[in-house]
């Protein structure tokens, strides 16, 4: 019994002093090589069936573009088409309107003089008389040229939301001015038999160029 206790104290005496010179020798053990073609080890994760994708490397690209077109989807607008008879109608409504406003400046003064005849007693010369129903005239013409012109180029123009404000408006007006001159163009027999239907025949006469002087001016002015 005191035998083997001896011995294992000598043994358990030895076994530090190989440990000190192992590690005092050629040192630590050299960690094992890993071929390039080795399958990385996965680590596990409790809970997940398989290998995680960040481990074996996996990413996924995104397109962008079809993000940008689901969450836009298709709402460009839809051309107009216009004819190639819109853009005449155009000109000739526009070069027309540029003889509108001088016209009415050369009826105002020639019915004036007419009326001031009138009440003087002085009445107007006969040139004066006819150069105030030709221009009347021409003003019919250019008001029923502009509403055949205008009024077709609008229903032409419906489907375009471009201007589409402005060119009602302007429509609307420019149609007050010619049930406004077609009225004052029917006083025009009782301007000549008295002061009052001369008066009437001014005012109903002024407010139609009224009228169409603004609604002109709004398209000349008004751009979008």
Known sequence: MTRHLRTLVAAFAIF????AAQSAGAGPAPAPAVAPDSTPAVA???GVAGPRLSALGVTFAVDSSAAIVADTGDTRPKAIEYSNGYGTRLAIHRY????ELPLFATEYVLGEK???????????SSGTRSA????AGALGVLFAVNTVTGVWNMIEARHDPAGRTRRNLHALGMLLADAGFLYTASL???ARES???ARNHRNAAIASISVATVSTLMMWLWKD
């Open 16 to 19: 530090p002093a190989a440990l």
């Open 44 to 46: 596990a994760d409790s």
């Open 96 to 99: 027309a309107s540029y003889a």
């Open 114 to 124: 007419i009326l001031h005849g009138q009440r003087t007693g002085d009445p107007a």
């Open 132 to 135: 105030h129903g030709a221009v």
């Open 188 to 190: 025009a027999e009782g």
């Open 195 to 197: 002061d009052s239907g």
